[in-house]
């Protein structure tokens, strides 16, 4: 069964780090792109941080650009997302996703799988 499991959500306070973890089962994922989105409260859900380029480009929201990096391990099938100088605006539901590789540096919209999300607080 495919499955992408999200880890590594919770609290932290500003200015401080996250690291999350995306366990990918079912497939090998890095024969995909990935991907990392966000959904705050009464927003859209937005891309994040994407690996989906063919010459492995990553893309970064300008919102965290510089703050957070994106990684994958493939001896370990997983995907990251570390979290660095965090702000309240963070504050969102994380889902990771893998998809189609294509030839635009920005996150692909035709993601097929989808974890089902983890909650980032962060607050003083």
């Known amino acids: 069964q495919v499955q992408l499991v999200e880890s590594g959500g919770g609290s932290v306070q500003p200015g401080g780090s996250l690291t999350l973890s995306c366990a990918a089962s079912?497939?090998?994922?890095?024969?995909?792109?990935i991907g990392w989105f966000r959904q705050a409260p009464g927003k859209k859900r937005d891309g994040v941080s994407c690996?989906?380029?063919?010459?492995?480009?990553?893309y970064y929201a300008d919102s965290v650009k510089g703050r957070f990096t994106i990684s994958r391990d493939n001896a370990k099938n997983t995907m990251y997302l570390q979290m660095n100088t965090v702000k309240p605006e963070d504050t969102a539901v994380y889902y990771c996703?893998?998809?189609?590789?294509?030839?635009?540096?920005?996150?692909?919209?035709?993601?097929?799988?989808w974890g089902k999300g983890i909650m980032v607080t962060v607050s003083s």
């Open positions: 996703a893998a998809g189609p590789l294509w030839d635009s540096v920005e996150c692909n919209p035709g993601m097929d799988y």
């Open positions: 079912g497939f090998t994922l890095d024969h995909w792109g």
């Open positions: 690996l989906t380029n063919l010459e492995g480009i990553p």
